[in-house]
């Protein structure tokens, strides 16, 4: 079984700065890709960052050049540093991966997401 745990959400002023992580852990045989999504009310959930195990990176045009996705492959950990953050950053973050548990050959890798973050940007 596997779990997510994320940390660093909190309340923070507009144009400050939170740093959010994230920690897989249990039956893992390799991490394939991670990542961040978020949820605000009334909205659907929206990707913001993804990172592959080669360090390739994605983001949302909303957040480039403020977030930036990092891991470290050794402890099966992600982490997601956001600055210049404006109110519309408010809302639920959820930590995501895409994780391959077993060597059984026609099992492929499975989805696991944590239990979310809240961060909330204040104007």
């Known amino acids: 079984q596997v779990q997510l745990v994320e940390s660093g959400g909190g309340l923070v002023q507009a144009g400050g700065s939170l740093r959010l992580s994230c920690a897989a852990s249990g039956t893992i045989y390799s991490v394939i890709a991670m990542g961040w999504y978020r949820q605000a009310p009334g909205k659907q959930r929206e990707l913001v960052a993804g990172?592959?195990?080669?360090?390739?990176?994605n983001y949302a045009d909303s957040v480039k050049g403020r977030f930036t996705i990092s891991r470290d492959n050794a402890k099966n950990t992600v982490n997601l540093q956001m600055n210049s953050l404006r109110p519309e950053d408010t809302a639920v973050y959820y930590c995501?991966?895409?994780?391959?548990?077993?060597?059984?050959?026609?099992?492929?890798?499975?989805?696991?997401w944590g239990q979310g973050t809240q961060v909330t940007v204040s104007s």
């Open positions: 990172i592959t195990s080669g360090g390739s990176t």
């Open positions: 995501n991966a895409e994780i391959l548990t077993t060597l059984q050959l026609g099992v492929g890798p499975g989805d696991y």
